[in-house]
């Protein structure tokens, strides 16, 4: 509300009026304390000039009194004969005798114009007491023309000892000569107990001081203040009072400033002073003060009272004259606004009714939209949430479409219709507590058509609200992600499952391997890892086939499915290679019924088409965290291990042991010194004679490697030959043999027989990658000037089962060079007849395995007959291996075989020895 102007000037007004008579208040007040004040204090310099008067004149008398005594004294002294001048005893009679003192409290000496004392009134000896250095002796001696009389400065007496001042007189001859002086040491106690019983109050001080400044005496502290220099005190004119002493007295809370008066005592040097304290002027000024404070405390009440009501009720009368003008105020606003009201709601009706209109047609529009859209909408309402939930109200074509329900099957029913065996509770739960809270949600799952088939779908549920806020429906918006779900299903199954037989693959198996080991550090459980490899699998894939081999593989892996608890795991890694997980162990008996029942299932035949196999497995089992917790290695170890059981014999299980890694890494340092040796020199090439049977001649010489290892001595083949393989060093070892086996061939043909043929061991892994270095080969034997048949290329069965166009077309190049071709360790595996022709093999090397055991009509007599004449039949040569007895060499001729090999004619030997053995061109037959 705004304040009018003459309120304001009304105000202003009373304020400046309670001001001013404040103002006045404190200006009167402070007048009359002030006026008080130095009326008291007038009132004390009175009393203390009235006071000194008194006071002088009492002292003066007394004075006054003595010195008539010294004068009379003096003018006796002076009349005195000459001669009685001088003597002691006639002035000392005339200052004892008794007319000559008036009164008693006083006595007299005198001293002679020399300053030494003469005699004194009373028995005090002051005789040839020097006083020539008193003030009074030296003012009479020095002015002779003053005869008046004089006060000396107060001082201790010389021979009294008591606090004295002294009255004087000069003493002269009538002649006018100086004789000396005659004083009365005046007793200043004396003076200063008449001041105190002189005092009318204990604040009046009164002193009676030397012209020099020393105070004579004193009350009160006489004792303290004689022979003191009163002179700032004593001189000092009264002051006359102002505000600044007024002000010093209350800050000095009373000790104030005296009213003080002196006079000068006539004739004499001293000076009375009395100092009067005005009486309890201070206590009157508080007191003044105090009351004056109360009177100003009531008129500033007053004033503010009186100003108050003033106001306030000029106030009141404002207020209710602005009320009245406000409220006069607010029914015009309240007019106004209500007319603007109406205007408003006019047009927000109007507005409402387009809205409407708009309205009606965006809800005809949604509803074609709804019923065309692609996605399936429900709607249901929001309740109930218990007894299948709440209703459908609402779906559209697509719905339909998709569910096979028409909205007449679906209205009035719950969302449940939809669900089934495979819809997903937990979400389903998820959704329900969502819809109980009304919120929003997304969610995934199966849902089934009318006809039963189910499909992925990916909803939205949203609720709808009325305008406060009430949840009053729920719309679903739904679309099948079926083919989604399937394309990711397939995604994931690639990545992680074996497309042949189901398994988990290499990469889920060492996924769930880690999980359960780190299961297994914090439960403290025990694992066993089982690695299995197929025997004689590679052999059922070439030989029936890869089709064949894949349908091993399946039911290898349903088999061992079957073998194993839910709580165990099977993976397929690779190739024929499959691994077991067991969890959950209390003890070793149950892997080893896990192993023996896979061993067992994988020995009953399989029926692959139209094929019945018989095949085996090798099982290495390595234990966590006995071995290792480490899967890497665990793996390796179970690895290990299974190549034990495979070099064992195959078709058992085998626990890893520390040894096998010993092994493992002994093979590992083998296979690191193997890549150095042939740069080092430490390969050698050894012969081994091969003789026709016929006629015991030596016509040809297998080469044999030995490898002289610096630390180890010599290494076997069989021992380093598969490592080098392996590891791929089998490539340069095979071409350094051939090269030493063509230059030695070339030599002896050139030496002794030009027939003379050398074989080399050529293995299966020389085939693959780059190959056979055919030209290189070529060019070696050019570069020796002999030709290609001296070589004798030893393959393996194995070779002949791996049998690919490239390995096939390698073997021919060599052929084509004029080599010769020999099937080595013939009878011991799948030879197939047919690649013998097809590769144009010239010799078969029957394995020492059926020459051993030779003996006349026994099995393997029979089996080398066989092998024999069928070779004949094919047009190939025939080498024994492995002959060690005359006997074995007989049965062997007898039954036609063309060449022996054997310990039975040699050892293999160092190239040196056996070119002895072909210089002695001794027959070696028995
Ligand atoms: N018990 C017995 N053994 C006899 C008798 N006569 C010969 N032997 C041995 O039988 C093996 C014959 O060679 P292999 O079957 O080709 O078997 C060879 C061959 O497969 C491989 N090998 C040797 N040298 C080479 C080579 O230069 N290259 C390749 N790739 N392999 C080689 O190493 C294997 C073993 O060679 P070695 O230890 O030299 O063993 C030789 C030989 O010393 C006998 O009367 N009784």
Partial sequence: MRVPYQYRMYKRRVFYACGFVIAISLSLVAWKIFSSYIDRENIAREQSRTFVHAIEAHVFHSLQLIDLSLLGFSNALGLLPP??????????????????????????????ANGRGVAASNDLSVAGTDYSDRDYFRVHKANGAAKAAYVGEPDFGRVSRKRVFFLSRRVEDAAGRFLGVIAAPIEASRIASMFRHARFRDDVVIKLVHENGKTIASAPSFEENFTKDARHASHRGPEKPTMSTIYSALVSHGAGKPASASRPIDGLPLIVTVEVFPEGNYQALITDIKAGGLIILVVIALAVTTAHFAITSVDAVTRSRAAILKAERDVEIRVTQRTANLHDANRRLQDEVEERKEAAERLTLFEKCLAQLSDMVMITESYPLTSGGPRIIFVNNAFERQTGYDSDDVLGRTPRILQGPRTDRAELSRIRDCVARHEALKAELINYRKDGSEYWVEMEIVPVRDKNGECTQFVSIQRDITDRKSALDLIWKQANIDSLTGLP????????????????????????????????????????????????LQEAGNRLKACIRDCDFVGRIGGDEFTILLTDLASNSGIERVAQEILAVMSRPFQLHQHTVFISASIGVTLCPDDSSVPGDLFKNADQAMYVAKSRGRNQYVYFDQQMQEQAQTKMRTASDLRTALSRGEFELYYQPIVNLANGHVEKAEALIRWKHPEKGMISPATFIPLAED????????????????????????????????????????????????????????SLGTTGDGIVVEITERLLLDVEDSVRRQLLMLREAGMKMSLDDFGTGYSSLSYLKKLNIDFIKIDQSFVSALAMDSEDMILCEAMIAMAHKLGLKVVAEGIETAAQCSLLRTIGCDFGQGYHFSKPVRASLFEELLQSHSALMA
């Fill in 727 to 782: 590891t791929g060093t089998i490539v340069s070892i095979g071409d350094w043999v051939f090269g030493e086996a063509a230059r030695t061939v070339a030599a002896w043909r050139s030496r002794y027989r030009p027939d003379f043929q050398v074989s080399i061991n050529v293995s299966p892994v020389q085939f693959k990658n780059s190959g056979i270095p055919h030209k290189k080969w070529v060019a070696t034997l050019e």
């Fill in 83 to 112: 001669a009685e001048q001088v003597s002691v005893d006639a002035i000392k009679r005339l200052l004892s005798s008794n007319g000559s003192l008036a009164r008693s409290d006083y006595w007299v000496l005198f001293i002679d």
């Fill in 505 to 552: 693959n290499r990469q889920m198996f060492t996924a769930h391997f880690g999980h359960q080991i780190k299961s297994v550090a914090r439960s403290g459980g025990r694992l066993a890892l089982m690695f299995l490899d197929l025997d004689s699998f590679k052999e059922i894939n070439d030989v029936y086939g890869h089709d064949t081999g894949d349908l091993l």
